[in-house]
Nanobody, 125 residues
Framework: HVQLVESGGGSVKAGESLKLSCVAF???????????MAWFRQGPGKEREWAAD???????DYSDSVKGRFTVSRDNAKNTLYLQMNSLKPEDTAVYYC?????????????????WGQGTQVTVS
């Protein structure tokens, strides 16, 4: 059973940067590297929304709201997913979740992902 643990959230001012990490426990190296991994976020009073994903071949995709500012990456040797967030805006304030899907394909909807972290708070003022 795969468990995901995020870290790196915090409170920053607009224009600053943060880097989130998500470590996968319980799976094997060969299984993790085959997963689609994604970042979702949920702002106050909003639904959870997809922000970015990275497929097993390293292909990345971003929502329009974060494209050009956020970079998603993965280190399969460390079972770790990252989200580098630059030029942060107040509207980026949210709880950020990493999610995993045991498939080569990535999807935008949260229901496609079986594995979830507990979330890490990002606050931009």
């Amino acid at each position: 059973h795969v468990q995901l643990v995020e870290s790196g959230g915090g409170s920053v001012k607009a224009g600053e940067s943060l880097k989130l990490s998500c470590v996968a426990f319980g799976g094997t190296y060969s299984s993790y590297r085959s997963y689609c991994m994604a970042w979702f976020r949920q702002g106050p009073g909003k639904e959870r929304e997809w922000a970015a994903d990275v497929a097993r071949d390293g292909t990345t995709d971003y929502s329009d709201s974060v494209k050009g500012r956020f970079t998603v990456s993965r280190d399969n040797a460390k079972n770790t997913l990252y989200l580098q967030m630059n030029s942060l805006k107040p509207e980026d304030t949210a709880v950020y979740y990493c999610a995993g899907r045991d498939d080569t394909l990535c999807y935008l909807g949260p229901s496609y992902y079986a594995y979830w972290g507990q979330g890490t708070q990002v606050t931009v003022s």
